[in-house]
Antibody, heavy 123, light 107 residues
């Protein structure tokens, strides 16, 4: 069974930084494409960005609201995904989920998802 | 970016009812459409991919249809465990985008 466990969330002041981690098990992590998706309190789901496997180029893509501030990385030796968040804004307050982006024959989809970690940006 | 619009935003239904949720894309996305279910305080759960293919283990009362810009998620006979929020998501082009969600509540 694939398990994804996020950690690193917490309270941070505007302009501050935080690094989230996502520990993966039950899959060949080095082959996996991984994404971060966030959900502001009481709101819907918003894709943050993804990193492809190294064999597929290790390309990173980001959503416009976080581009230039957030960086996704991976350590395949530790089966761990990271999200480095800098210059945080109050609107970044959300539960952050890591998820595997399954590359299907036709479409890609997100499955499974971690339990999420809450990031609160407030002074 | 491709915008995804769901309707209705919420609905009330009874156990046994047939429920239909609509998702519309701002441009044609062929069948590059997925559906997720989310219960309060929990992570989303993947239901349907490529507009109409059921993920393994998902009950057959769930079905999806559509192509191009208009898609539907149907629950043929609503069960107590189906009360949740449902999201569509396009995987045609990045940035991947989700609909705003449809909350299915108990009548």
């Amino acid at each position: 069974e694939v398990q994804l466990v996020e950690s690193g969330g917490g309270l941070v002041k505007p302009g501050g930084s935080l690094r989230l981690s996502c520990a993966a098990s039950g899959l060949t992590f080095s082959n996996a494409w991984m994404s971060w998706v966030r959900q502001a309190p009481g709101k819907g789901l918003e894709w943050v960005g993804r990193i492809k496997s190294k064999t597929d180029g290790g390309t990173r893509d980001y959503a416009a609201p976080v581009k230039g501030r957030f960086t996704i990385s991976r350590d395949d030796s530790k089966n761990t995904l990271y999200l480095q968040m800098n210059s945080l804004k109050t609107e970044d307050t959300a539960v952050y989920y890591c998820t595997t982006e399954v590359v299907g024959v036709t479409v890609n989809w997100f499955d499974p998802w971690g339990q999420g970690t809450l990031v609160t940006v407030s002074s | 970016d491709i915008q995804m619009t769901q309707s209705p935003s919420s609905l009330s239904a009874s156990v046994g009812d047939r429920v239909t949720i609509t998702c519309r894309a701002s441009q044609s996305i062929s069948i590059y459409l997925n559906w997720y279910q989310q219960k309060p305080g929990k992570a989303p759960n993947f239901l349907i991919y490529a507009a109409s293919s059921l993920q393994s283990g998902v009950p057959s009362r769930f079905s999806g249809s559509g192509s191009g810009t208009d898609f539907t998620l149907t629950i043929s006979s609503l069960q107590p465990e189906d009360f949740a929020t449902y999201y569509c998501q396009q995987s045609y082009s990045t940035p991947w985008t989700f609909g705003q969600g449809t909350k299915v509540e108990i009548k």
